[in-house]
């Protein structure tokens, strides 16, 4: 009996984020950075940190952002800051990251959501918001809803294996 050869995936080196990310992707990084980035020092630290949950309204207890600091291998300079992002990043299947988002709105682990919560999160997601043309597009691709209920698992495979053409024919 023969065995099949398995490729294992090549590591990286610790710090190379230059393939993880291409070029408008790490302007983006850049950006997120400077603004984080509060006394324009080129380093975050816990006081760069507390500022920038503060103008989002929230307030950190330091032992949270003692704890997000120690993930970097030493200071957060934006090499560091992009490496901690091309480490979380890389090697995540989208497919499972998609589940685990969508998983979250099933709090009785039914295998169903509302359909309002659907709508709602399509319009107010922490990227870009859908807007009524592309939900009017969505409910063409014929998806998983029935009686106002959303078939958690049938969603994240259309979604996933093809959902995207669906959307693109009938907004054409």
């Not at 600091?69 to 800051?81: I, M, R, V, W, Y």
């Amino acid at each position: 009996m023969r065995r099949a050869k398995v490729a294992l995936p090549q590591k990286r080196a610790k710090g190379d984020a230059s393939q993880a990310f291409d070029q408008k992707q790490i302007q983006e990084f850049k950006e997120a950075f400077t603004i984080m980035d509060s006394n324009k020092d080129g380093v975050i630290d816990k006081n760069d940190l507390k500022n920038t949950y503060a103008s989002l309204g929230q307030v950190q207890g330091d032992s949270v952002l003692d704890a997000m600091l120690k993930e970097a291998s030493g200071p957060l300079n934006f090499g560091t800051f992009l490496s901690l992002f091309g480490e979380r990043l890389t090697g995540t299947d989208p497919d499972e990251t998609i589940a685990a988002a969508f998983q979250l709105f099933d709090h009785l682990n039914t295998g169903f959501m509302s359909e309002d919560q659907l709508i709602k999160t399509l319009k107010n997601p922490t990227g870009e918001p859908l807007t009524e043309e592309e939900i009017k597009a969505m409910y063409k691709g014929n998806p998983p809803i029935s009686g106002g209920k959303v078939d958690v698992q049938a969603f994240i495979k259309m979604i996933t294996t093809g959902g995207q053409d669906e959307l693109a024919k009938a907004n054409a």
